[in-house]
């Protein structure tokens, strides 16, 4: 609970919608992370106070650099409030942006360094971890001093400003070379006045956050059709299969199961993952994949784990593969690109943990746990 009343998930768990802003994570995943950000969210006073210091990477990795690039290979996320995630990013092998643009679009190569990123989004803060193609489109962007400007905050809210400088960069700097010094610390590189619809003042923004009107910046990483299609009546097939009514609609945690969020960071069901593929929310099957995923991991993180959830959301994942399997033949049109993006996928959560039992009374459900003592039921960490 927070302040007497049950936490509720903020928009950046529960949304269903593609968005800009703010960045939510998936599996495969190529990113951008700026370490002054990091610094200016562990500071704040509205972020998470259970988040493990010693996992800063500016701790782990005391060298690295003020902007670092890498893949989205593992997510966990975990009781609040507010939840947070904890991205784990293995590093790029070229680590500056005229290095990746000779890669070109064949993949960038991967190093054997990680850092983890613990965040959720809060108030006051921009993203630090963001698309790096978002990153790589705002740094084609002309900006010069006078220029009036729309900062986005969220994707359906932004604030009129005109650049007064750059940080570190010099007034007589030409305006060719601005972007290419941005590049070297680009955390709140552009300063500004607000003109209307903010506090009135100065501030510092980064080249990401300007909303460009000739160029809407949308993703470009999408499902491909031949894979898409087949997914979503995988899914929505699912809702049918006997035994598996307890997965197709979230929990009741408002009313029913009032405890159940201090157990599960982060609710889902299959209801959740269809809407988000009729919208585009997923960037690549892997993410469907690890949805799927997560009700399992839901499931034995609320509920007795001798009760008939956690053994029909195993069912689940399980019945989920061998459709992949009959369905599209290749199993690699959803895993991504190898066992790395997979995760936790193959061996942690397809493995049962205990003996289960179907001979459970009917009160047992997606949210509901068996009647036995709350201890019995482990939260995840």
Not at 216 to 224: H, K, M, S
Not at 229 to 242: G, H, K, Q, Y
Not at 312 to 324: D, S, Y
């Amino acid at each position: 609970t927070n302040g007497g009343e049950p936490y509720k998930p903020t928009d950046w768990i529960l949304s269903d919608s593609p968005s800009t802003v703010p960045y939510r994570p998936q599996i495969g995943d190529i990113v951008a992370y700026f370490r002054e950000g990091h610094d200016d969210f562990w500071n704040s006073p509205e972020r998470c106070l259970r988040l493990d210091e010693r996992l800063l990477p500016s701790v782990t990795m005391p060298s690295l650099a003020v902007a670092a690039f890498g893949k989205v290979v593992d997510l966990q996320y975990s009781v609040g409030p507010p939840a947070y995630c904890t991205a784990k990013i293995q590093l790029l092998k070229s680590q500056t942006v005229d290095e990746l643009d000779a890669e070109g679009d064949d993949g960038f190569e991967l190093s054997r360094q990680f850092i983890q990123v613990q965040y959720h989004d809060c108030d006051g803060v921009p993203d630090f971890v963001i698309l790096y193609s978002r990153y790589r489109a705002s740094l084609e962007r002309s900006v010069k001093i006078g220029d009036w400007v729309r900062v986005l905050f969220d994707d359906d809210q932004t604030h009129n400003a005109v650049v007064t400088g750059f940080r570190d960069i010099e007034p007589t700097v030409r305006r060719s070379s601005i972007a290419g010094l941005i590049a070297r610390n680009p955390w709140k590189s552009i300063e500004v006045e607000w003109c209307s619809g903010a506090d009135p003042g100065s501030d510092q923004v980064s080249p990401w956050e300007l909303k460009n009107d000739e160029d809407e910046f949308v993703d470009t990483a999408v499902i491909p059709p031949k894979v898409l299609f087949p997914l979503s009546d995988i899914v929505a097939d699912l809702r049918d299969v006997t035994g598996l009514h307890w997965f197709v609609c979230n929990v009741d945690y408002e009313g029913e199961y009032p405890d159940y969020l201090e157990h599960v960071a982060y609710p889902m069901c299959l209801e959740t993952i269809l809407e988000r593929l009729f919208t585009g929310f997923y960037r690549r099957a892997s993410a469907v994949a690890f949805d799927i995923n997560l009700i399992l991991e839901n499931a034995r993180a609320y509920n007795d784990p001798d009760s008939v959830v956690p053994f029909e959301a195993l069912r689940l994942v399980t019945k989920f593969w061998e459709q992949v399997r009959e369905v599209l033949g290749d199993e690699s049109l959803v895993r991504g690109d190898g066992s790395v993006e997979c995760g936790r996928y193959d061996h942690e959560l397809l493995q049962p943990k205990a003996r289960r039992s179907t001979r459970q009374s009917s009160n047992v459900a997606h949210g509901k746990p068996a009647e036995t003592p709350v201890a019995a039921r482990q939260s995840r960490k």
